[in-house]
């Protein structure tokens, strides 16, 4: 059961390792270069399973609409929660290793 929430805790702090690096890559210049699917390609998942390529399809095009259109700070904004997010979600899991 350990095992599980190791692998828990490395899968939520290296994606939020990946999207806190993505945040820091978006400023005004480069959000208003960039299209809907140009954002769609960082979030994808569909090279796991057939599970992950519905999640691909339905997630990542939401995501890739929410951060072309909004402004580019808010965009930054919205992936460093989501960073954070999944940084507590991992201290979280080690936390259940302990207790």
């Known amino acids: 059961m350990d095992l599980f929430f190791i692998l828990l805790a490395l899968l939520a702090w290296l994606l939020s390792f990946i999207l806190f690096k993505f945040a820091f890559k978006i400023d005004k210049e480069t959000h208003k270069d960039k299209s809907v699917l140009d954002y769609t390609t960082t979030f994808s998942l569909s090279d796991w399973s057939i599970i992950g390529f519905i999640f691909d399809i339905i997630f990542s ?7 072309k259109y909004s402004p580019w700070w808010l965009a930054k904004t919205l992936v460093l929660i989501i960073s954070v997010f999944f940084f507590i979600l991992g201290v979280l899991a080690v936390f259940k290793i302990f207790t």
């Not at 939401?62 to 951060?67: A, N, S």
């Open 61 to 67: 095009l939401t995501i890739g609409v929410i951060l």
